[in-house]
């Protein structure tokens, strides 16, 4: 098990989270992450912006590992844009990378 969640700790690292703790119940394990990300690139400007709109938790299910379901809870953070040109008021960090 710590050497499942050492690989998934390692990935979720490359993409700005951190791990913060994994649940055991069943067949599912459910491994939570923390965004350490402080500012993102907006997808329409590409302008970095620092100014934090708000945050979620976005579930994404992995493939069954050791005949266990694995959930990722990932915290995403939003953000405003900062050019008053930009047709985007608002967007969320890229977590595409996780896919």
Known sequence: ???????????????G???????????????EARSTVRA????ACHRWS?????????????RPMLEQRVVLAIEV???KCTNA??????FAENIDALA
């Open 85 to 90: 040109n930009c047709p985007r008021r608002t």
């Open 77 to 79: 953070r939003r953000f």
């Open 40 to 43: 993102a690139p907006c997808p």
């Open 1 to 15: 098990m710590s050497h499942v969640l050492g690989g998934i700790d390692r990935i979720l690292v490359r993409v």
């Open 50 to 62: 620092h100014r934090l709109h708000g945050r979620y938790v976005r579930r994404l299910e992995e």
């Open 17 to 31: 989270k951190r791990f913060v703790s994994s649940d055991a119940q069943g067949e599912t394990i459910t491994v």
